[in-house]
């Protein structure tokens, strides 16, 4: 299925800012749901790593660009992850 994606540098930051964001949100209701997770950072910088398996899978499938754009993503999250940090 993921076959047939276009080579893009935007689809692939599109993607890259997706797929954390979700997993991001999820981890970030889990964290103020239950106490015993209100200080477990690593659960967002794990959301954050998950692009490290797109990365992988789509460089595996020849996609440079989409790759591209998710290592771009990435440090977009990082940027985010490190003023969040900052400002906590």
């Not at 749901?33 to 992988?56: E, P, Q, S, T, V």
């Not at 660009?65 to 998710?70: F, Y």
Request: proline fraction near 1%; hydrophobic fraction near 60%; include cysteine.
């Amino acid at each position: 299925m993921l076959n047939k994606v276009k080579d893009s540098v935007f689809l692939g930051l599109g993607i890259g800012i997706l797929v954390p964001g979700i997993l991001g949100s999820i981890a970030w209701f889990l964290m103020h749901r239950y106490a015993f997770l209100a200080k477990a950072d690593l659960l967002l910088i794990a959301c954050i790593a998950a692009n490290a398996g797109l990365l992988h899978y789509f460089f595996k499938l020849n996609k440079e660009n989409l790759g591209r754009g998710i290592i771009s993503a990435t440090f977009l999250w990082a940027f985010v992850f490190f003023f969040y940090k900052i400002n906590q």
